[in-house]
């Protein structure tokens, strides 16, 4: 039996980000990309956006050059990012303080 070899990302990457709006934009602009919400130092929530490096950086440059995306997907990665907040919220996943 032959086994097919899954393709890693050659560059893994990570970006954190406090702002759930860029995070959402950038999700919707490359759908490769992922974000994770997390407990930060500062106790807030923060997302870790995770892809290969030269993408986000694209992600990152559509949002500056205010490139078009549709409304409805902005909405609803938008309303996922902040259940995830919540959720991380809600389990108290503090980060310990020294």
Known sequence: ???????????????????????????????????????????????RIIGDADRIRAAFQALSDDHPIGARSLIDAI????????RVKAAGQGVPRG
Do not use: C, N, W
């Not at 309303?79 to 919540?86: H, V």
């Open 1 to 47: 039996m032959k086994m097919k070899r899954i393709e890693q990302p050659t560059h893994p990457y990570s970006v954190f980000v406090e702002d759930p709006l860029p995070t959402a934009f950038v999700t919707v602009y490359d759908p490769t990309l992922s974000a994770i919400a997390e407990p930060s130092y500062s106790g807030r929530v923060t997302f």
């Open 79 to 86: 309303k996922k990012l902040r259940t995830e907040m919540f």
